[in-house]
């Protein structure tokens, strides 16, 4: 049981992987059991392509700790092009500014590190904006 939902937590930080209801084909993420759509189970996983585009942003001055050496940093609700809605910092902005209705793509990176004396790294998903001519 622990590894199964070991497992289920890695897709879910490291591949974008939700559910999608079998009746409906309505998509979520992260994964649920039960269709709120129409009360059906769900059973299957669904990768989704890990593209989308900006929502709305916010920068974060204030980091809360294990953050902070990234402040200042912007946080992003995405829009993946399946539908659902994400939460995830953006990356690789580079000089660029965040925009609305930018493109954006999912990347695995270091999140956050975990305890100063072990120094373990969490990585888990961002998004970087799209390169041009990859679309
Ligand atoms: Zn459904």
Known sequence: MEIARH???????????GSCCPKCEKQ???PREVCPACGGEIGTPFQFSGRGQVY?????YEAPSGFDQ???YTVALVQLEEG???????TD????????????????????TDGDERGMLIYGYKFRPLLAGTR
């Open 56 to 60: 709305s942003f916010t920068t974060i």
């Open 84 to 90: 659902p809605l994400v939460t995830a910092q953006l």
């Open 7 to 17: 497992w289920r937590l890695k897709d879910q930080r490291y591949n974008l992987v």
């Open 28 to 30: 979520y993420f992260p």
């Open 70 to 72: 990234d402040a200042p």
């Open 93 to 112: 902005l580079g000089e660029g500014k965040p925009e609305i209705g930018m493109p954006v793509e999912m990347v695995t990176r270091r999140l956050r």
